[in-house]
């Protein structure tokens, strides 16, 4: 998906769209915590965002 979104499992409506990402996300991972989601975009980009109010935590680049 492109924004990674959080939906409502009943009814399947977006509940938090995470912005941030400019590139086709790759993949996703969720804290064990379940207090923060990763996102890594297909040009090395991961962005780390807060699940409680879906702001950017953290941002860097994989190179390589």
């Known amino acids: 998906a492109f924004p ?3 939906s409502s499992a ?4 977006a509940t ?4 941030g990402h400019t590139r086709a ?3 996703v ?3 064990p915590d379940g207090k923060r989601v990763a ?3 297909y040009n090395g980009n991961v ?3 807060s699940v409680a109010d879906g702001k950017i935590v953290s941002q ?5």
């Not at 860097?60 to 390589?64: N, S």
């Open 47 to 49: 962005a780390v965002w």
């Open 39 to 41: 996102g890594g975009a």
């Open 10 to 13: 009943p009814t399947g409506q």
């Open 16 to 19: 938090l769209t995470l912005t």
């Open 4 to 6: 990674p979104r959080r």
């Open 25 to 27: 996300v790759t993949s």
């Open 29 to 31: 991972a969720y804290s």
């Open 60 to 64: 860097f680049v994989v190179k390589p």
